[in-house]
């Protein structure tokens, strides 16, 4: 089962955690799930939208990197782990044929209580989305059921990690951070990176 590490404070109090769904673009990929991927791109601006909400990281400074602008390699893997596991989530959603109601997103959006007000409309709604995918598996499958699932579509799916931000461990279902100092822009000491 994937464990997210050390992430957001209002995670362990909704139950609830991640960031937004999955995205397609032209550029880089930060993460490639099975044929779905997230660019880098979208990966750092929701890095940056739960770094700045003191609703997901109340100490700022506790996430941030050596470099202006940059995050910890412990915040970062913990994040992505954590999308691979919504991506994951979105997976088996579909495969159980099933459908995220206003009911749920309802929901959803009353246990988080105005948390995602300061993110833009786009990433709240994909936020939401997933959370929402999240906890209907989880009440369809039960928690140990979800978590065998998500276990076994790990085990099926390609899953690549750009080397930017680290690689996937098939073994223990995390992300692990890079071995060199990241640079913005770059991969480990200054490479670039590439699709995964």
Do not use: K
């Amino acid at each position: 089962m994937l464990t997210p590490r050390r992430l957001i404070v209002l995670v362990a109090a909704v139950a609830v955690a991640g960031l937004a769904g999955a995205g397609c673009s032209e550029q880089s990929a930060a993460v490639r799930v099975g044929d779905r991927t997230v660019s880098q791109s979208d990966f750092e601006a929701e890095l940056d939208a739960f770094a700045s909400s003191q609703a997901f990281v109340q100490d700022p400074d506790s996430v941030a990197g050596e470099l202006p602008g940059s995050y910890t390699q412990e915040f970062v893997a913990a994040a992505l782990g954590q999308r691979i596991e919504f991506m994951l989530a979105e997976q088996v959603f579909d495969e159980q044929d099933l459908e995220v109601t206003d009911d749920d997103r309802s929901n959803v959006t009353e246990q988080l209580q105005g948390a995602l007000d300061d993110m833009s409309e786009g990433l709240r709604n994909s936020l939401i989305d997933d959370l929402s995918r999240r906890v209907r598996l989880q009440d369809e499958l039960g928690q140990q059921g979800y978590g065998e699932a998500i276990t076994e579509a790990a085990d099926a799916t390609e899953i690549e990690v750009s080397s930017h931000y680290g690689s996937w461990d098939r073994d223990q279902y995390t992300v692990v951070p890079p071995d060199g100092p990241v640079s913005p822009g770059g991969g480990p000491d200054g490479e670039s990176p590439g699709d995964g």
